[in-house]
């Protein structure tokens, strides 16, 4: 934190009153350094990590250049991705919740554009959206240029290796020269150099030094869980450890309501905050969790954004994070104010890599662990259970019960006979049912069968040549892919100089198909197999009929050996 407060940035009342609302105390760093140049109508390269307050740093003084009595776009954010869009956007509304007559927009791929183009043309004075599709209203001419005063690129790098840099530069292009431009960005290389090069106006750089990844105070370990056995085993964790306050993350709102729901059958006290839960709901979630109503928050990174609890003592991963950023995000809020965490991730075949770029990305092992058996669990429940009633002996409690065991003792029923009655409801009060999975198995090797999938994944067998294109690199065998996914064959490879993240960059931007759509991409010397979600397949390769990759034609259809 900084030794400055909000109010010495010269801010408007309704701003600082938001702030104050939501409990921000002083400005980070790169919000410190960053606000007062750009509300002298400098533009500025912010180089911050994701999670350092960098949103509000650019978000508030666009916030004070707005004029709400205009009814037209002022502000244009460039997002990578449809989830920061949207974690901006709220932002958006969060900080400017005490501004009369605020309207913001986000705009993203895989939904509906007619919407997006009503709300525009009722006036948005803030968009925010992804280069593609920015790019389709300013095409429509439902995104008007000439009235944006500000531009801000989130995440510029990440944008560049998505491979927007077309789109981002034709957007910039059309907006009239004496507009203000922010670059923020994780990291400053040569394309995000160029890109500020040819769009700034003598930037001023404002950099925060990369801070300690994750706090020394958390202790972080990993199981090797298949789905299906997921809610048994974070049950057992919890009965084991019986935190006090713990948050579950999910990287699908289907995921965030599966988990509650089996967690609420099981008799847990548990509630849910993703993306579709209105953010009255969310606040008042976030209340009651803070306050001690229930004990376990099952949430999307989206929705948990801006979860500002101290007395967290356990994290989960029930779904390992994509990216090494959020899983440190995560884990933050746990270990805080010097207090000790846990991290616990769940992780099955692929996930193992994952969890491997976290621990390269945080220079930190991260231990496996062994999953609790049944016994194990019910022996620390008899404990915490023997704890419970020894301590409630040594208080100084009523006795009005005393009459119920002297009338048991007359009916000839030993001392030792009624306790153990009384234990024995008692935990069954308290007690949970568990199942037995496969974990549970003295022979089960999670080594040997990822193994297998892995040799599954890779096949075996002669080379093939088909298609009139040289396939010499294929091998026989089935690929590892996830349900719902179709599997393409792109006839261009690594001697064309391919790589995954052109291929990446070419399927949103001029495939036009929705976030998360892509999985796993396989680049061989003359071809690629991607597997594109079945729902989007067809449509993808009718965009891409006449795309070219690296300046050269291509072929994609359906892998006829998948």
């Keep these: 934190m900084t030794d400055i407060a909000f109010s010495d940035l010269e801010l408007k009342p309704e701003l600082l009153e938001a702030i104050h609302k939501l409990g921000f105390e002083s400005p980070s760093p790169i919000q410190a350094q960053a606000i ?6 400098k533009d500025i390269i912010g180089l911050s990590e994701t999670g350092s307050g960098k949103t509000a740093a650019f978000t508030l003084p666009a916030l004070q250049m707005i004029d709400t009595e205009l009814n037209h776009a002022q502000v244009l954010i460039l997002s990578p991705t449809r989830e920061l869009c949207i974690q901006v956007c709220e932002e958006v509304h969060r900080l400017g919740s005490q501004m009369q007559g605020l309207r913001a927009v986000p705009v993203y791929g895989g939904t509906p554009i007619d919407r997006q183009m009503r709300q525009l043309k009722q006036g948005a004075h803030i968009i925010v959206g992804t280069p593609g599709r920015l790019l389709d209203h300013l095409r429509r001419k439902t995104l008007k240029p000439a009235t944006i005063q500000l531009a801000i690129l989130d ?12 789109d981002m530069e034709d957007l910039l292009g059309a907006l009239h020269n004496d507009h203000q431009t922010l670059f923020f960005s994780a990291t400053m290389n040569k394309h995000v150099d160029r890109l500020i090069q040819k769009f700034g106006n003598d930037p001023e750089e404002v950099s925060i030094k990369r801070q300690t990844k994750t706090v020394s105070t958390i202790a972080q370990s990993y199981y090797e869980v298949r789905n299906r056995s997921k809610v048994e085993v974070l049950t057992r964790l919890i009965d084991m450890d019986n935190p006090r306050l713990a948050i579950i993350f999910c990287n699908t709102k289907r995921s965030v309501d599966e988990c509650t729901e089996a967690l609420l059958a099981r008799g847990y006290a ?6 579709d839960i209105s953010q ?13 109503k229930f004990e376990l928050l099952v949430a999307t990174d989206v929705a948990a954004r801006g979860l500002d609890i101290d007395d967290v003592d356990a994290v989960f991963n029930y779904d390992i994070p994509q990216d090494p950023e959020d899983y440190v995000h995560r884990i933050g809020r746990t270990g805080r ?12 075949g692929r996930d193992i890599y994952r969890l491997q770029s976290i621990e390269k990305y945080t220079k930190q092992h991260i231990q496996r662990e062994k999953i609790p ?10 404990d915490q259970l023997f704890s419970m009633v020894q301590g409630r002996l040594e208080q100084e409690v009523s006795r009005s019960y005393r009459h119920y065991i002297d009338r048991l003792l007359d009916q000839g029923h030993t001392a030792t006979d009624i306790a153990s009655s009384l234990f024995e409801l008692l935990r069954e009060a308290i007690g949970r049912e568990g199942e037995e999975i496969v974990e549970d198995r003295p022979d089960y090797n999670p080594n040997k069968d990822r193994g297998a999938r892995r040799s599954r994944e890779k096949g075996r067998g002669k080379e093939n040549r088909r298609e009139r294109g040289d396939r010499g690199d294929r091998r026989d065998g089935k690929r590892g892919k996830e349900p719902h996914m179709s599997t393409l064959f792109l006839s261009l490879g690594k001697a064309a100089g391919v790589r995954p993240s052109d291929i990446l960059g070419m399927f949103y931007r001029e495939g036009k198909i929705p976030d998360n759509t892509v999985g796993q991409i396989q680049l061989f010397d003359r071809h690629a197999l991607v597997d594109v979600h079945q729902d989007h397949a067809d449509a993808l390769c009718k965009n891409l009929s006449k795309s070219k990759l690296r300046n050269q034609r291509f072929r994609i259809g359906p892998d006829r050996m998948a």
């Design 36 to 41: 007062p140049p750009i509300m002298e109508g």
């Design 155 to 166: 995440e510029a790098d990440r944008m560049l290796d998505m491979g927007f840099r077309e």
């Design 270 to 275: 548990a509630d849910r905050l993703h993306g």
């Design 280 to 292: 009255q709901l969310r606040e008042r979630t976030t209340r009651r969790f803070r306050d001690g």
């Design 337 to 348: 104010a010097g207090r000790e965490g846990k991290a616990v991730s769940f992780v099955f």
């Design 373 to 382: 058996s049944q016994e194990e669990v019910e022996g620390r429940r008899a």
